[in-house]
């Protein structure tokens, strides 16, 4: 039985493994992108002087999808200031609970950002963006329930298997010293 534990509890974490490395990249990609379309939208206004519709929105669009992707990744990654700056400052028997408390309310709000997001996004589906007329309203939205579906995971990995934010793939720098990551 022991086992099988270890067996799926590897499993989970390569598995969220993948998905943390992944949210790192799309980040990335989306600041890359971001932080090159904008200048372009600059420089074709002024330099070119024609300005272009679509930098903007297309900008607002990434930045979204950092948010709600980076943000499931900074979870992961202990980076998130979910009530750290509260838990160091307690006693140490207080602690696990402030710990506890912490991961069940990120477990609601990433519950909340799936379930209405979601409801969000379907609600708006048959609906176009007025400055980017080919995009749905729909697909603009979905990096909440995206997002919460992701920190959801990642909240279950931790209630599970405790905080895995001193794994190799979250901290190159780390040897995987905690006491809780495998």
């Known amino acids: 039985r022991c086992n099988r534990w270890n067996l799926m509890k ?36 002024y330099a070119l002087g024609q300005g272009l519709g679509w930098p903007e929105p297309i900008a ?6 950092f948010t709600f992707v980076g943000a499931a990744a ?25 710990v506890l408390f912490v991961r069940l309310a990120m477990a609601a709000i990433s519950l909340f950002m799936l379930i209405w997001g979601y409801k ?27 997002g919460g579906l992701i920190t959801l995971l990642f909240v279950i990995e931790q209630l599970l298997y405790g905080d895995q934010s001193k794994r190799r793939v979250v901290d ?10 495998v």
């Not at 969000?120 to 995206?146: D, E, K």
């Not at 190159?172 to 990551?181: F, L, M, N, Q, V």
Request: charge should be positive.
């Open 74 to 98: 900074s979870y992961r990654a202990g980076a998130h200031t979910a009530g750290r700056v509260l838990g160091d400052r307690l006693p140490p028997l207080a602690q696990p609970f402030v």
């Open 120 to 146: 969000l996004c379907v609600a708006t589906w048959n609906q176009y963006l007025s400055t980017l007329p080919w995009m749905r309203v729909g697909v603009s939205y979905a990096p909440i329930p995206l």
């Open 172 to 181: 190159y720098e780390a040897r995987e010293e905690s006491k809780e990551s």
């Open 10 to 45: 590897n499993l989970v974490l390569g598995v969220n493994d993948v998905i943390y490395r992944a949210c790192v990249i799309v980040a990335a990609l989306a600041i890359v992108v971001m932080a090159t379309i904008i200048p372009w939208g600059v420089f074709s206004r």
């Open 60 to 65: 607002i669009l990434l930045m979204v999808l």
